[in-house]
Each structure stands twice: as structure tokens, then as C-alpha cells.
């Protein structure tokens, strides 16, 4: 399996305060993506990175920021946890524009 | 609005039938790939097809695209309990471009 790991695996938080997911790698890759998933919906971008410090929007962006300023993190953060945010969140990674997705086992973030 | 759109949504079959899913998408693409995820788990990687290829096989997994369609199937031969999950298919144009999920088929293979 690809080297990559979401931390934490699980959390809950109050409406309104900060939360920031990890994921690493440690496969060198230079995409990196996160990703929610929610019934009905299927897998939605979030933000994406192509390179240290090259990110951009996905479909769902408002409400998260990311950060990348090493080639194995990325890190999504919620400024201000809402009830609409809670999901399970996937990062994936991958070597080149043309190769399969490796994804991570999710952190599932409730919001109360 | 998503790039791939699975169709159809929910496929039952009995063990042994193949089992064909559809996927379409609206705009250029360098690839077209499908995922299996099964249930609370993350996804797996099932096949990429080029956007110059028109089919690719992997054991009982077939996929054809068909770029002029804008469209991709998956078959799967010879179903098996074990084939009970939700596939996806990722569509990307390359470079520096996002790649996007349908919402997914959920198969249920019948015992």
C-alpha cells in the first residue's frame, strides 16, 4: 500500500472552533488531494496540490483552507467547524497526472 | 457541478451474472479511472483507461471509453459475493487539472 496516513481517524468537535486534518505521505508524490464524502454525493474536491506551496480550489471549498509547505503534508483546515461539515474526509495521493489515486482511510469529523 | 455521473445509481444482481456500469462526463479528459469502495473502508484503485484507448481488461474487470460519447462502462464478469461494494469513476484532463468523482453505483451482488 502507498505510504499515506490521515490523522486523526476520528473527531468530534463543537460548532465554531478551528480543526485541521493531517495527511502524510511518504512517497514523494506530488499531488496530493482532499476529499468528502457524504450520502448521496458520492467523493467531492475539496482543495488540491500539485506541487509545495501550488494549491487550488476543488467543487466544495468554501469554508476550508489547505496548506502545503512540504512535499509529504497537507493539511486541510475548517476556520470554524460548522453542523454541514461533518463528514468523512479522504486525502489521496498520487505520482504523476497520469497515475491512479492512492487514498488514505478517512477521518470521520462530526460537528455538534 | 461533478465531472462523472454513474449510471445506474443501485444494481442488484445474482452471483455468477456480469454486472455493467456506465459513466459519463462533459468535458476533455486525459483519463478516465474506476475505484471500488466498500463499505466504511477507503477506495480502491480498479483500472485507468487513457483518453487515446478505447477498452483495457483486468481479470473479470473490463472498461471501454468512448470519448466521442463522453463515456466510460465498467463490466464485471462472473459476479461474486465479494464484488458487493460502490464504484466510482475519476475523471482528470491533466497537468495541473483537479480529477472529479461520480456519486458512485452501489452493486449488491445476490446470493
Known amino acids: 500500500d502507498a505510504g499515506i496516513t490521515q490523522s486523526p481517524r476520528h473527531k468530534v468537535t463543537e460548532t465554531g472552533t478551528p480543526v485541521t486534518l493531517r495527511c502524510h505521505q511518504t512517497e514523494n508524490h506530488r499531488y496530493m488531494y482532499w476529499y468528502r464524502q457524504d450520502p448521496g454525493h458520492g467523493l467531492r474536491l475539496i482543495h488540491y496540490?500539485?506541487?509545495?506551496?501550488?494549491?487550488d480550489k476543488g467543487e466544495v471549498s468554501d469554508g476550508y483552507s489547505v496548506s502545503r509547505s512540504k512535499t509529504e503534508d497537507f493539511l486541510l483546515t475548517l476556520e470554524s467547524a460548522t453542523s454541514s461539515q461533518t463528514s468523512v474526509y479522504f486525502c489521496?495521493?498520487?505520482?504523476?497526472?497520469?497515475?491512479?489515486?492512492?487514498f488514505g482511510n478517512g477521518t470521520r469529523l462530526t460537528v455538534t | 457541478s461533478q465531472q462523472g455521473e454513474e449510471d445506474p445509481q443501485a444494481l442488484s444482481i445474482q452471483e455468477g451474472e456480469n454486472a455493467t456500469m456506465n459513466c459519463s462526463y462533459k468535458?476533455?479528459?486525459?483519463?478516465l479511472q474506476w475505484y471500488r469502495q466498500n463499505s466504511g473502508r477507503g477506495l480502491v484503485h480498479l483500472i485507468l483507461i487513457r483518453s487515446n484507448e478505447r477498452e483495457k481488461h483486468s481479470g473479470r474487470l473490463r472498461v471501454t471509453l468512448d470519448t466521442s460519447k463522453k463515456s466510460s462502462s465498467l463490466l464485471i464478469t462472473a459476479s461474486r459475493a465479494a464484488d458487493t461494494a460502490s464504484y466510482f469513476c475519476a475523471t482528470g484532463a491533466g497537468g495541473k487539472d483537479k480529477i472529479i468523482f461520480g456519486k458512485g453505483t452501489r452493486l449488491h451482488i445476490l446470493p
Open positions: 489521496a495521493i498520487t505520482g504523476t497526472d497520469n497515475s491512479p489515486l492512492h
Open positions: 496540490s500539485y506541487g509545495v506551496k501550488d494549491t
Open positions: 468535458t476533455s479528459i486525459n483519463n
